[in-house]
């Protein structure tokens, strides 16, 4: 059987906001890069919306594209 990635304890909120930078770098690593749903242990519906909101903090200048 396939080792299964551990998922991590991330507390859920109902609304996702672009501007909670470090609620949304719960769901990135520390390359800046956005974990998978399967990682984090959230629905496809809450995934999208996390998605959405890391890039527009990104296009804003409040989350880094790339962390060096």
């Known amino acids: ?4 990635a551990e998922r991590e304890d991330i507390e859920h909120k109902k609304f996702v906001d672009y501007k909670d930078v470090a609620y949304l770098r719960q ?3 520390p390359h ?4 998978p749903k399967k990682r ?6 809450r995934q999208r919306e996390i998605a959405m909101a890391i890039k527009r903090a990104r296009y804003m200048a409040l989350m ?4 060096a």
Not at 1 to 4: G, L, N, R, S, V
């Open 1 to 4: 059987m396939a080792h299964q």
């Open 27 to 29: 769901f990135t690593d």
């Open 32 to 35: 800046a890069k956005m974990l």
């Open 40 to 45: 984090t242990g959230v629905s496809s519906e």
């Open 64 to 67: 880094p594209y790339l962390s």
